[in-house]
Structure formats: C-alpha cells, structure tokens
C-alpha cells in the first residue's frame, strides 16, 4: 500500500465567455464544475475560485493579473471559439498531464500550454 495520498481531482469554475461544449465534456468526465451566472464580476468570480479551491478557466486576459493570495488558479483559453474539438482535445491532455494547478496560471492553446506561477499582491492594482 502506498503512503502517498492521490492529489485530489480538480475542481473548475468556468467563467460566462466559456463554451458549452467544454462544461459537458468537463461534467461528464466526472468532474466538480460550476459555470458563473452572465454579468459576474471579475472580483466575485476570482474570491469564489480561492474559497473553493476552482481552477478558473477564462478566456479573459483579464484574470492573468490576479494575485496568487486572490484567485486559487486560472486557465486562460488561448484557443479559437470556432474550434471546439481543439479545445476539448487540448483540455483532457491538459488534465491529464498536469497536476499542480494552485497557484498558477495556464495559457492553454491548441495541443500546448506553458504555466506560469500567478503574480504576487504587490503588482495588484484593485
């Protein structure tokens, strides 16, 4: 038996400019997710994703400024909306491979990602 413990299986919240497409493929693959309300502010959403413990995915470039004291994770969509089979795609490998997301922020394009630890408080302008 192994005295490591699984990292628990991640847990999203996708903001309003978020396909469909991505929430079903993400709720049937079993997984905690939460879609925001239209006209959420950036504030709420980013406050909602550090209590819970949501990795945000967002296309937003908005979110990638956000301090890693504000926001638990972010996944910004570098992807064409027109493409939703690249994002799907894109996305399993994503989860699939990666496991830290506290704390990060990931530009996820077709079949690529690179991450990037989120900034400190001190570059936050409110």
Known sequence: MSSSTPNPKP???LDENVRSDL???LQ???FDVKVAPRGTSDSYLASLSKEE???LITNDEDFSDYPNDRIF???WLRIPQNDPKSLISS???LINEFEKFSGKLVVLEVENWKDFPLPE???YKS
């Open 121 to 123: 408080d001190i570059y």
């Open 23 to 25: 929430y079903k493929f």
């Open 73 to 75: 994770s972010v996944i």
């Open 53 to 55: 413990k949501r990795i």
């Open 11 to 13: 847990k999203f919240l």
């Open 91 to 93: 996305f399993n490998n």
């Open 28 to 30: 049937s693959s079993g």
